[in-house]
């Protein structure tokens, strides 16, 4: 079967072909939609008297929905425009928030949470026009960044609640989550003005 777009005749994509859409109701939005949601509570019981048991059980789901949410968009072919928009963002809330509750609560260093909000803020500052015209995309360091962030704020809280000995260990792994939080962004940087001096 062919469509016509802009007088041109052009094949349809085959099925199980992604597509990207403008629409905003779909099922990978709605996790995500969740996983802000959720971060509300995670980051209250997170405070209040250090991690417990079920501040673990819901920064898990937190975590999970990040992963399900991008599964669900591929595998229903439910990519959108509002979705490629509001994940990173849900990401980079999410992680801030439980970094600021786990810094309260005493479990991680107030750097680690300085460096992680700079970094924010200058890419954002620096890149918000091109992410408006072009989305930058998602390097693989940015992935591993965020996944290493996500598993040591859990493991820091489970840490917390189950296995105090172990706090140091998974400090570590959010400190190498900083660091490669440092790099992605300076990544990000850099991809924008590559294409600012190609725009001229």
Not at 133 to 154: D, P, Q
């Amino acid at each position: 079967m062919n469509r016509v777009e802009n007088g041109e005749r052009r094949p349809d994509p085959g099925p199980g072909t992604p597509t990207s859409r403008s629409d905003w109701a779909t099922i990978p939005n709605a996790v995500t939609l969740v996983r802000l949601l959720l971060l509300v509570p995670v980051c209250v019981l997170l405070v209040r008297g250090g991690p417990d048991p079920l501040a673990v059980v819901l920064l898990l789901c937190w975590a999970l929905t990040d992963w399900i949410d991008g599964f669900l968009a591929r595998r229903l072919d439910q990519v959108s425009r509002v979705g490629e928009a509001l994940d990173p963002v849900a990401d980079r809330l999410g992680l801030v928030g439980i970094c600021l509750a786990l810094a309260l609560a005493g479990l991680l260093p107030w750097a680690a949470l300085g460096v992680v909000l700079v970094v924010d803020v200058v890419v954002a500052s620096s890149t918000g026009r091109s992410a408006l015209r072009e989305s930058l995309g998602v390097s693989k360091i940015g992935k591993a960044r965020t996944a290493i962030l996500m598993i040591g704020v859990f493991l820091l809280a489970a840490a917390a609640a189950w296995a105090p000995s172990l706090i140091a260990a998974a400090q570590a792994l959010v400190w190498l989550g900083v660091a490669l939080h440092v790099v992605a962004g300076i990544g990000y940087l850099l991809t924008a003005r590559a294409r600012r001096v190609r725009r001229g």
